[in-house]
């Protein structure tokens, strides 16, 4: 089977398991970026590192939306110009994603190194670790180049039905990172070291994987296109920004949580921190999933195989649900034993309840995002923008919203589990709404997809 063709044949629960696979171990590890500086924060050098890497992840989290939010675009109309076999157009999508997401990552570094202090006064960010978190933050803005164009050509990669490519160079890079994380933390350079080591580790990761890309794209498309095409960008971007939009929003809301979060002190601050990055290993999964399930949706629409996609939404849903059967388990099982990865012999007990109490609020509750993750993936997959940013920032609202309320109204002992209810209970919410999208079905009408005219018999 041609490669550029295996997402439109064959078992689609097998075909997107297949190619979820390496992507879940991409986000993973990407993941394990942060989870690594934290550890090592902790454990060699102090609890106030902890919360300095902890206060400013929402920040991070934010530049990541706006890489990975380009990169939805640039997959899904590279991908429907190879489900249309349009070769020509795919590499000049290729060459025109590149070139306008290294354009803004320039124009967004400058603006987050003009407004570093602003966006940590914003935070809250307690005096005890502020000179930390300014250093961290610093180091990490200075890489938005690499952290964008390794997701845009991670994302590339999956429209050309490979995610195992720039898998291999980052299993490299992340045990990269932790290897010079030990060795900058051990030479005495704190969290400056760390900083260092996540800088070096990504633009390795970034450079190599792009240069894999432009040679491999070549040759499994066989076409020359246009280095940078407008009227393809005019396609990319009504896709691109309202995933941008949707992805910075809510990590933007992240940032009003982490900074009523961080009003509550150091302790608080690190056991938050601490228990998000654990919780967030699972929900960035199912982000996953549903940008994978974008990537089937739209090729088989440009391939015209469009009963191919209720079987792929069903698919889906089948391996989020055991994702989060076992997710869930684990969670409520052994909170303690996860959360002492960030720790050492001189953490507070108070760090460890307090990511204890967030674990405990947020797990039981993964069932809804289960529900709502495969719904997104067809929204986005075939443009029904609408209804996905509809449900997104319902989702969003209610979160921040009942965030600020039940952590000011309640009794202090009961504060943080307002904020951490409120996570829920916008997941809920989303649920609800993405849900029903799709069983209206204005998606359909946008592909042309008739339940009756255009089914497909599969061989």
Same mark, same amino acid.
């Given at each position: ?232 960008? @005019?396609? =990319?971007?009504?896709? +691109?920004?309202?995933? #941008?939009?949707?992805?910075?929003? !809510?990590?933007?809301? /992240? $940032? ?100 204890? @109490?967030? =674990?405990?609020?947020? +797990?039981?509750?993964? #069932?809804?995002?289960?529900?709502? !993750?495969?719904?997104? /993936? $067809? ?81």
């Amino acid at each position: 089977m041609n490669r550029k063709d295996k997402l439109t044949t064959g078992s689609p629960f097998k075909t997107l398991l297949l190619f979820s696979l390496p992507m879940i171990l991409s986000v993973t590890l990407q993941q394990f970026y942060n989870i690594c500086d934290s550890m090592i924060a902790g454990k060699m050098i102090s609890d106030n590192s902890l919360s300095a890497v902890s206060a400013t992840y929402p920040i991070t989290v934010v530049y990541l939306a706006i890489g990975v939010g380009f990169g939805v675009g640039a997959n899904i109309i590279t991908a429907r110009f190879i489900g249309q076999k349009n070769y020509k157009n795919a590499i000049s999508a290729i060459y025109t994603s590149l070139i306008t997401i290294a354009v803004a990552a320039l124009v967004i570094s400058g603006l987050g190194l003009a407004l570093l202090k602003p966006l940590l006064l914003m935070l809250n960010v307690n005096d005890a670790y502020y000179d930390e978190a300014f250093i961290y933050l610093l180091f990490y803005t200075c890489g938005i180049i690499f952290l964008f164009i390794y997701n845009v050509v991670t994302s590339l990669f999956q429209s050309l039905g490979n995610s195992r490519i720039p898998l291999y160079f980052l299993i490299f890079s992340t045990a990269l990172n932790v290897l010079l994380d030990i060795l900058l933390v051990n030479a005495g350079m704190g969290i400056k070291g760390i900083a260092l080591a996540t800088f070096i580790s990504q633009a390795i990761a970034s450079v190599i994987s792009l240069i894999i890309l432009l040679i491999y794209s070549k040759k499994v498309l066989n076409e020359k296109g246009k280095i940078f095409d407008k009227r393809i960008l @005019k396609t =990319i971007l009504p896709i +691109a920004i309202p995933s #941008i939009i949707q992805g910075s929003i !809510i990590s933007i809301g /992240g $940032v009003f949580i982490q900074s009523l979060i961080n009003s509550f002190g150091p302790s608080v601050t690190a056991g938050y921190g601490a228990a998000y990055k654990i919780v967030y290993v699972i929900v960035n999964i199912y982000t996953v999933m549903s940008n994978a399930i974008s990537t089937f949706t739209s090729t088989n629409a440009g391939a015209s195989q469009y009963d191919r996609i209720k079987k792929g939404f069903y698919s889906g849903l089948l391996i989020c649900g055991a994702l989060t059967i076992i997710a869930t388990l684990i969670f409520m099982i052994m909170p303690e034993p996860l959360l002492s990865i960030f720790g050492n012999d001189n953490t507070s007990k108070e760090v460890v309840e307090v990511g204890k @109490k967030f =674990i405990y609020c947020v +797990a039981p509750f993964y #069932i809804f995002l289960c529900l709502k !993750i495969p719904c997104d /993936g $067809v929204l986005k997959g075939s443009k029904d923008m609408r209804s996905f940013m509809i449900a997104t920032f319902a989702d969003l609202i209610i979160r921040v919203v009942l965030s600020y309320i039940l952590g000011n109204v309640l009794p202090d002992e009961y504060k943080l589990y307002g904020i951490f209810l409120s996570w829920p209970l916008g997941w809920i919410v989303g649920m609800a709404i993405s849900l029903s999208a799709y069983r209206i079905g204005r998606w359909k009408r946008l592909i042309g997809y008739n339940d009756k005219k255009n089914l497909v018999v599969e061989e």
